[in-house]
Each structure stands twice: as structure tokens, then as C-alpha cells.
């Protein structure tokens, strides 16, 4: 009879042991300051690691505590975070451009013992009831403690609550743990092997699962992370040629950014061999010129939720090539990872046939444990052992499967469903168009009618009325009648949460009569 497999050995600072062992001297991580870097190499990480759970513990913190977290991306955060792991604590990562009063609300949602926080950002919580410490005193009474030894805590032991991002709504605290992560790390490397000597440039902000996750799947490997604060694209490209990037995540609206910047040429970047982008579909094209300034790179599409601790599936490179296109499935998402499985349900909660149209349910060991303190919002969202994502999908005969639209976001106008993100990949697709998105609004006659917000291209000064009307004549000759915007409205940019994606809850305040 074989041996259950042990969960706890999936601990989340298991990757610093093993580089300690391995390579102690290798650069574990480099922060890109304005003026400068700071560099780390594993042996150095790993004791301040220990140094500051020290400081953790010495504040009264003791495993299981939730420790909150508000800076940006550097290497105290990273250090903190990883504090916490070596002492069994749970890693709270703030939203840094939530606002004073969300804020305060998830600190006192996750009964936070502690929040360390960067000095900038102090003013945001300047009222909130909780301990805090800054981050450079934190840093500092480190170096006069001993470091302590590591808990080895792991399993089914919660590792960190990340807040969803609040775009349909109040955030929740998702609740994952080690062997979430874990298992989602290892999913992600069955499909595409993250090798050890990889550089990977974290701009996607740690308090949001992709930018966490690729942390963890790159320390457990023992390769090189490079932090940003912010995203400024002449300072990634200056340093992707610097530093020797080989792979990052970025939302298109980012990657778009970068192509467009002065500084950019395809020269200084192509160290870069793996591009991975999610959050929001990656119109064509800007995949196209991507593609031809990196012409040897890897591009891959990953979908996942902040409930599955990072991606389910991966639409592989292969499918991402010009020659490959006429396969359809340059828009799919991919098929399910290695330990999950996904499936296309109806309201019954029952599998659908191939090429329905459903709400996505997936489950599998890196599905999250439920919301912290919502026992009955967790039982909904894992009804049957499934957790329900919200989104809707289909899937093709070979299993790719394809994002159709949030649930919420679906728009039922005459009583027809439309699905947003087709009508913005046609409003996308006009030469005018940078970005576009669609709500739905009340309309007595329909009940719901179709209304985009449209970003134009820069040097674009076309008359507004005669502009929206030209987009929607563009749209009626490429979708059905019912699909096409009945009213678009434009604006300098659209409001974006820190993950890249749009917040439809801000565009329909701001379209209310």
C-alpha cells in the first residue's frame, strides 16, 4: 500500500534551503531603485529572512497570525513576505492604490496582528487600528536579532489572504495555502519548464496573484527575481539590457506601453525569451508587433484566478505563431493544467457539450480553501466541489477552452446575451481604437443597452459624434445588429485596477443618469 503523500513537505521557503545547499552565492534578487540597485545573493536572503520572522516573533506573532503588508514592489516586501512563511505566519499583501477606507476595511477583515508598511504609503493607513511598523525599522532591529529557525511550515496551513481585486464589487479575502501555491507553481512548470538560470522582472504587483505566484514558482527553482515599484517603460527597458531579463508577465496594456515608447528598440531587449500576459484579451495586433520584436521569444497565454493561486491552463507559444493561426485557438486560454480539471456547466451545474456556452468550473489542489470569514460565500463558490469562477466559456472538441466574458459582465439587451469582450475585440480591431469597453446600461425599451467607452489612438482629433458613429457602423459589419454599441462615449484612459484590468463597476458610476 502506498504512502499518502506528505503536503506539509510543500512549504514555501523550501526553494531558499535548496539554493542555500546549491548555489549560496548566486543572486537570489536585484531591486531597481531609481538611482541605483540593490542586490542579494541566496545566502544573504535566507539569513535576512531569519533575522526579520525574529523580529516577527519578538512583536508577539506566532504562526497562523495574519501579518498585513502595504509597499511596493521591493526587496522588504519580498522579505517580508517570506518572514512570514518562515514562521508560520499568513501574509497579507495590501493593494498600494487602494483608497484610506479599503484599506482600513480589509485590515479589520483579516484581523491583521501587524502591518508593516512602507514609509511612503503611511499616510493611507494613518488611521487604521492596527500595530504597525515601518519597513526600514523592521529592516533595522533584524540585524541585532539572531535569526531564527525556520518552521517549515507548509500543507494546508494557510501561506497568504490576497483581497480580489474589488472590480465587480467589495474585496474578499481569498484564502490560500502552501500547497495551493505550490501545486500551481508546478502546474505552470509541467506545461513550460522554468529553468534555474532565468532572470524573471516582477512588475506585476506582488499583492496580486500572478505577480506573487511567479515569485514563488521562480524561488522554489532557485532562480534570479527582479523587483520594480512601478511600471515606467523606458526604466524596464533600460533594465531588461542591463540586467539580462529572460522572462516577465504583462498585462497587453503594458507590453503596448513598451512597444510604444521612445526608448524602446528590439535590439535592447531580446534577452528576453518568455512573455506571458493575461488579465485581458491581447488583440492581435498588438500580439503581431510583440511577435516581430521578439521574434525567437516564447509568447503564452495563462488563465487563472486569484482562487486558484495562479494559472489553470496555458495556451502554448505554438499557438501563438502566425502559422498556427489557422487552428483558431490564437484565443484560447489553453487546456487544463497538469492536477486541474475544468469543465463548461450549465445553471444545473452540469457539463455542457462541446462549444456551449457556461460558467468555467475548475477544481484540483490549487483551488483555493474559501473566504476568509464568508463561510457561506465559500460554500456558493464551491458548490459541489467545483469552485464557480463567474466567468463564461466554451470549450472546443480537443479541450482548448475559450474566455467568452465575465458572467457579471454579460449584457442581456431584447433578451439577447452579449458577451462585452466581442464587442470590444471588433471596436479593438478599428485603427482609431488604443483601448475599448463595454457595459451594459438601462434602457427601458431593452432593458439593457450596449455602451462603450472607447480610448483613441494618440493624434486621432475627429469629431466625437461623427467618430462613434463611423465605430458603429465599423461594428455592424461584424456583429449582429444587437451587439452593436448604441451609445459610445470617450475618454483619455480607462480606469484600470492595479492587475490590469478594467473596473467596470467605476464606468458604470460614471454612465449612471
Not at 496594456?253 to 526608448?263: G, I, K, P, R, V
Not at 459624434?465 to 456583429?479: D, K, Q, V
Request: net charge neutral.
Amino acid at each position: 500500500m502506498r504512502a499518502r503523500p506528505n503536503l506539509a513537505s510543500m512549504y514555501l521557503t523550501q526553494g531558499l534551503h535548496r539554493s542555500l545547499q546549491r548555489h549560496p552565492g548566486k543572486t537570489a534578487f536585484v531591486h531597481v531603485t531609481g538611482d541605483g540597485e540593490r542586490r542579494h545573493t541566496f545566502a544573504e536572503l535566507l539569513d535576512a529572512v531569519a533575522r526579520q520572522a525574529a523580529v516577527l516573533s519578538a512583536r508577539g506573532i506566532c504562526a497562523g497570525d495574519r501579518v498585513a503588508l502595504l509597499a511596493p514592489n521591493n526587496d522588504e516586501l519580498v522579505g517580508a513576505i517570506m518572514a512570514c512563511w518562515w514562521l508560520g505566519a499568513v501574509a497579507c499583501p495590501l493593494n498600494t492604490r487602494w483608497s484610506a477606507p479599503e484599506l482600513n476595511y480589509a485590515l479589520a477583515d483579516s484581523g491583521a496582528a501587524l502591518l508593516l508598511v512602507n514609509e511612503s504609503l503611511a499616510h493611507a493607513v494613518a488611521d487604521a487600528a492596527v500595530p504597525r511598523l515601518a519597513f526600514g525599522e523592521f529592516a533595522l532591529n533584524a540585524q541585532s536579532l539572531e535569526p531564527l529557525p525556520d518552521t517549515r511550515t507548509g500543507g494546508d496551513a494557510l501561506a497568504a489572504l490576497l483581497y480580489t481585486g474589488g472590480t465587480t464589487g467589495r474585496a474578499k479575502g481569498v484564502m490560500l495555502s502552501h500547497a495551493n501555491f505550490w501545486t500551481a507553481s508546478m502546474t505552470r512548470g509541467a506545461e513550460l519548464n522554468n529553468a534555474p538560470d532565468s532572470v524573471s522582472l516582477l512588475v506585476a504587483p506582488l499583492f496580486h496573484v500572478a505577480g506573487l505566484g511567479r515569485l514563488i514558482g521562480q524561488t522554489l527553482v532557485g532562480g534570479t527575481c527582479v523587483t520594480m515599484a512601478q511600471f515606467r517603460p523606458a526604466a524596464v527597458i533600460d533594465a531588461i539590457e542591463r540586467l539580462r531579463i529572460t522572462d516577465t508577465i504583462m498585462v497587453p496594456s503594458m507590453l503596448q506601453s513598451l512597444l510604444d515608447d521612445q526608448a524602446f528598440s528590439a535590439g535592447r531587449v531580446q534577452s528576453v525569451d518568455r512573455i506571458a500576459f493575461g488579465a485581458a484579451p491581447m488583440p492581435p495586433d498588438l500580439l503581431d508587433r510583440a511577435l516581430a520584436a521578439w521574434p525567437d521569444a516564447e509568447f503564452f497565454q495563462a488563465y487563472g484566478l486569484t482562487e486558484t493561486a495562479g494559472a489553470l491552463c496555458i495556451n502554448l507559444p505554438a499557438n501563438h505563431r502566425p502559422e498556427a493561426r489557422a487552428l483558431g485557438r490564437l484565443h484560447s486560454v489553453g487546456r487544463a493544467g497538469l492536477g486541474a480539471e475544468i469543465i463548461v456547466a450549465g445553471e444545473d451545474g452540469r457539463e455542457l457539450p462541446r462549444g456551449e456556452v457556461g460558467e468555467i468550473l475548475a477544481r484540483g489542489p490549487m483551488v483555493t480553501q474559501g473566504y476568509w470569514r464568508q463561510p457561506e460565500v465559500s460554500a456558493a463558490a464551491l458548490t459541489g466541489g467545483w469552485l464557480h469562477t463567474g466567468d463564461g466559456g466554451r470549450m472546443d472538441a480537443d479541450g482548448y477552452l475559450f474566455i467568452v466574458d465575465r458572467l457579471k459582465d454579460m449584457i442581456i439587451s431584447g433578451g439577447e446575451n452579449v458577451y462585452s469582450a466581442e464587442v470590444e475585440a471588433a471596436l479593438r480591431s478599428h485603427p482609431a481604437v488604443s483601448q475599448a469597453a463595454v457595459i451594459g446600461v438601462p434602457d427601458v425599451r431593452w432593458g439593457e443597452a450596449v455602451h462603450a467607452v472607447v480610448v483613441l489612438q494618440p493624434g486621432i482629433t475627429d469629431d466625437a459624434a461623427a467618430l462613434a458613429e463611423t465605430l458603429r457602423a465599423w461594428c455592424r459589419t461584424r456583429l449582429a445588429g444587437y451587439k452593436c454599441p448604441r451609445s459610445i462615449a470617450f475618454a483619455q484612459a480607462l480606469p484600470m485596477s492595479a492587475a490590469g484590468k478594467v473596473l467596470k463597476t467605476a464606468l458604470r458610476e460614471a454612465a449612471r443618469p
